[in-house]
């Protein structure tokens, strides 16, 4: 089974850019949709992105679509979330995941999709 691990967190000011990595271990990263998910305390899980298994289909939340990109490197067992135009209420734990789905569909929203998960990243955005 595969193990994550997520880097590339840490502060920036409004507006900023931020590059999360994810590197993926142990399993056969090409089968795998990815998906970025993100927690802040108190609230549930929430969905950022996802990646189909070689990279064709990509989808975002509203509030990310536009400013986040989503990218898998399957030669380097690594998923990337380019985040750009950052805003204090993207602060939160961002969380890389995968799931063994042999169908791309509406469920790859929801984090209960996902049966592997990353330890997580920390993102600040300052005001």
């Known amino acids: 089974q595969v193990q994550l691990v997520e880097s590339g967190g840490g502060l920036v000011q409004a507006g900023g850019s931020l590059r999360l990595s994810c590197a993926a271990s142990?399993?056969?990263?090409?089968?795998?949709?990815m998906g970025w998910f993100r927690q802040v305390p108190g609230k549930e899980r929430e969905f950022v992105a996802t990646?189909?298994?070689?990279?064709?289909?990509?989808s975002y939340a509203d509030s990310v679509e536009g400013r986040f990109t989503i990218s898998r490197d399957n030669s380097k067992n690594t998923l990337i979330l380019q985040m750009n135009n950052l805003n204090v209420e993207d602060a939160a734990v961002y969380y890389c995941?995968?799931?063994?789905?042999?169908?791309?569909?509406?469920?790859?929203?929801?984090?209960?999709?996902?049966?592997?998960w990353g330890q997580g990243t920390q993102v600040t955005v300052s005001s």
């Open positions: 995941a995968a799931t063994l789905r042999r169908s791309y569909d509406t469920d790859v929203f929801k984090w209960s999709t996902y049966s592997y």
């Open positions: 990646i189909g298994w070689s990279g064709g289909f990509a």
């Open positions: 142990g399993g056969t990263f090409n089968q795998y949709i």
